[in-house]
């Protein structure tokens, strides 16, 4: 039999007691697990660093029996204090996320969405931002509110929900705005069309059907007549005349296409295959895939693809790496490493930066039940790809946008219905 140590225990009965007739003592001891972000971040009880009792699958366990204030802390990030019997558990767990105590991004507030905001796309002038919904149906349209003289800092409200009429199918992917036309074009997987709003009225104009399954990727050529549509099950392109909305031709791509992005003269698309780390190169004059750019051998999924100044940035799920290809050979320039799971890639309007968010770990079950960590977004250089700064998100950091002044970042949780508005200082 165990040996009771009795200087231990009149020790932890002489706390019980204090803890006991102070009235710091909780009438029901408080329990959670804790997913953080950092992974590392300290937990301390009136200054006192706390231990966990267990840990799983990235989870630490807490239990406290005394009243008071806690802290969760790590270096060089923001603190945030709750008290004992105030944080927000959900369902046994809680969430928490630091902000970064110093660089160049303050985050201005969150916003409740629709279920899986997909992705998020700023209006040309950089005062709306749309949010298409997979999991629900319609864009939420968010809109900056005009400062007052009072405000510190700006904020969005929440504008109006635009929804499709006699519809009732969910499923909305990814968006794109025609400047010249005033108008918003949103893919819907659900119906295989692509819906059409204009842009300042944000009345419901017409529905468009792509031909193709599952339409995803919206792009426009740089001359503005071609706007063309990537359908994931269907393995091709739809391409639409921007003026007259007729369906011109489709393009078989030879994979599941995902991002597009064309060369400056609009001769040459680059369509990103999400079954390998593969870029097809399509020939626009002969509407076909004239060459095909692998990034690497093995396994990946490429994603999204970016053109700027003779490169292509590319991203690979699979891998979660971010890469750079010379736009004219197809050769690997750089391949960098970022995180599990990346999924949006963006470049700054200057072209001097490259936004990718990361949705962390899967769960193994699903991904589209909560992992074991919190998603994050990394800003890199664009020349080489190293690393600025990272900022956590929550559960699977998915859309991201850069507003055009290059002043806002907003990214999308799509596990948690909610979108995050940073100001973007340097």
Same mark, same amino acid.
């Given at each position: ?346 470049? =700054? &309007? %200057? $072209? +001097? ?9 899967? @769960?193994?079950?699903? #991904?589209? !039940? ?32 850069? =507003? &055009? %002044? $290059? +002043? ?9 219905? @909610?979108?995050?508005? #940073?100001? !973007?200082?340097?």
């Amino acid at each position: 039999m165990k040996q009771i140590n009795s200087k231990q225990f009149r020790k932890k009965l002489f706390v019980f007691y204090q803890l006991f007739f102070s009235g710091l003592l909780l009438a029901d001891p408080l329990s959670f697990g804790l997913k953080s972000a950092p992974p590392d971040m300290s937990v301390s009880l009136n200054g006192v660093l706390q231990e966990p009792v267990s840990t799983a699958d990235g989870i630490r366990h807490f239990q406290f029996e005394a009243d008071g204030i806690l802290r969760f802390s790590a270096q060089g990030y923001k603190s945030i204090e709750y008290h004992v019997e105030r944080p927000p558990i959900k369902n046994g767990l809680l969430e928490i996320k630091l902000e970064n105590e110093s660089g160049g991004f303050v985050l201005l507030g969150e916003y409740s969405t629709g279920v899986q905001p997909k992705s998020a796309y700023f209006s040309p002038d950089g005062q709306r931002l749309f949010v298409p919904l997979l999991g629900q149906m319609g864009i939420d349209v968010f809109r900056f509110e005009q400062l007052q003289q009072q405000q510190l800092r700006p904020r969005m409200v929440f504008e109006k929900r635009l929804l499709i009429p006699e519809s009732t199918a969910a499923g909305f992917v990814e968006a794109l705005t025609d400047a010249k036309r005033q108008e918003l074009w949103i893919s819907n997987m659900g119906e295989n069309k692509v819906h059409i709003f204009d842009l300042n009225t944000l009345e419901y104009k017409t529905s468009l059907g792509t031909g193709g399954i599952f339409p995803k990727v919206i792009a426009q050529n740089p001359s503005g007549d071609l706007i063309l549509v990537s359908n994931w099950i269907s393995q091709d392109i739809s391409v639409f005349d921007s003026e007259t909305k007729e369906l011109l031709r489709r393009i078989p791509v030879g994979g599941t296409p995902r991002g597009m992005a064309f060369s400056p003269n609009g001769a040459v698309l680059y369509v990103a295959i999400f079954d390998e780390p593969v870029i097809a190169v399509v020939d626009m004059t002969q509407n076909k895939v004239s060459s095909r750019y692998r990034l690497y051998q093995g396994e990946g999924a490429a994603r999204h693809v970016i053109y700027h100044d003779g490169k292509l940035y590319v991203s690979d799920m699979y891998r979660g790496t971010v890469n750079i290809l010379d736009a004219a050979t197809g050769a690997l320039l750089v391949s960098r490493r970022i995180g599990p799971n990346i999924n949006t890639i963006v470049l =700054s &309007p %200057d $072209g +001097k930066r490259v936004f990718a968010s990361s949705r962390g770990r899967n @769960n193994p079950k699903d #991904y589209t !039940i909560p992992g074991p960590e919190l998603g994050a977004i990394y800003i890199l250089k664009a020349d080489d790809l190293s690393p600025e700064e990272r900022i956590w998100g929550r559960n699977q950091p998915t859309g991201l946008a850069v =507003s &055009p %002044d $290059g +002043k806002y970042m907003v990214f999308t949780d799509f596990l948690d219905a @909610n979108l995050e508005l #940073y100001m !973007i200082k340097r």
